[in-house]
């Protein structure tokens, strides 16, 4: 069986591209006792896969070049020599881009094809819906009546900050970058308030318009200019979440800003930053949580998923140009059962 693998051909400097990534062709080796095979379906492209294409030390280890680029995938089981993972079950794994895998099974989770679409467990059933539902809950703490600020919030992550933070009763205003995505955060989820970045000429004035009352809570994605606007409009006691902050992920210097210490020591405001990894412990009531609100219709979804193995770099690189709404995705494959 012929097998295609994507490997980080080197080390981006700056925005990564297409040379960045070579693709390779083997033939998948017979399977030993305890192991399964695995069929790709569906793939997670996403903006933290940038630092680890880096060798700077990070609170994950980068890719090693010549070796395959690893992330977030829903495989089905196709062939089975563990007793375990019988032939046709789905997992969730951390899994190289291939489209086939031998893997041991260990830390795979399994899932129930019949609940929920599949491509959800790497969306807002997956990191990202965990990453919004701690950053938001445990750091922002919202209460009812605040004023809650999402930049990239048209994002897999920024969607479902948002729907929970009007879910607890608040104000919420996103921050995205085209017109098409604010009448999306404000007409099909609720948002009270969005901001395109890109067309507004002053950020400043922007975001003091669309918060009135101050910002409360400050869900980042982003870091830059969008930040340095909501920082100005902070209110006592404020809480900020640092989630990403792609505005520098392909800066080849140190970038300069605002000195954001006097701010947060006016306003006696805490600015954090957070892993999803370090509420590990609860994943499980945090899953249940988010499964909830999805069957019961509070929370909406959309994904943005492109076609084809071949295109699992070309949609990574899309991440950056903000070409995708809500969760980029590449279906790599059907399933056989």
Request: aromatic fraction near 8%.
């Amino acid at each position: 069986m012929k097998n295609k693998t994507i490997l980080l051909a080197n080390r981006p400097t700056g925005m990564p591209a297409q040379e960045n990534f070579r693709f390779e062709e083997h033939q998948v080796p017979e399977l030993q006792e305890g192991q399964v095979l695995l069929k790709s379906l569906y793939v997670s492209v996403d903006p933290y896969m940038r630092g680890r294409m880096s060798d700077a030390e990070s609170y994950v280890a980068p890719y090693a070049v010549g070796e395959p680029v690893t992330g977030g995938v829903v495989a089905e089981v196709v062939q089975s020599r563990n007793e375990g993972l019988p032939k046709g079950t789905v997992v969730l794994g951390n899994l190289p881009w291939q489209q086939y895998s031998i893997h041991s099974g260990k830390g795979l989770s399994t899932i129930n094809p019949d609940i929920t679409p599949l491509s959800y467990h790497l969306g807002i059933l997956g990191m990202p819906g965990l990453t919004a539902y701690f950053g938001l809950l445990y750091i922002g703490e919202p209460k009812p009546g605040e004023t809650v600020v999402v930049s990239g919030a048209a994002g897999a992550v920024g969607t479902v900050v948002g729907q929970i933070a009007k879910l607890k009763g608040c104000r919420v205003v996103g921050v995205a970058g085209s017109d098409e995505k604010v009448a999306y955060l404000k007409e099909e989820l609720g948002f009270d308030e969005a901001i395109n970045y890109k067309s507004t000429g002053n950020m400043n004035q922007a975001m003091a318009a669309a918060c009135p009352d101050g910002v409360d809570v400050y869900f980042d994605n982003v870091g830059g200019e969008i930040s340095d606007a909501v920082y100005l409009a902070l209110n006592k006691f404020a809480r900020i979440a640092i989630c990403g902050q792609i505005a520098y992920y392909n800066h080849t210097s140190v970038p300069s800003g605002m000195r954001v210490e006097p701010i947060l020591l006016k306003k006696s405001a805490l600015m954090k930053g957070f892993i999803v990894s370090d509420y590990a412990k609860d994943f499980d009531r945090a899953a249940k949580d988010l499964a909830g609100w999805v069957q019961e219709g509070k929370l909406q979804y959309q994904e943005t998923i492109t076609e084809g193995f071949d295109n699992i770099p070309k949609a990574f690189l899309g991440l950056f140009t903000g070409q995708n709404t809500g969760k980029q995705l590449v279906k790599v494959a059907e399933r056989e059962v």
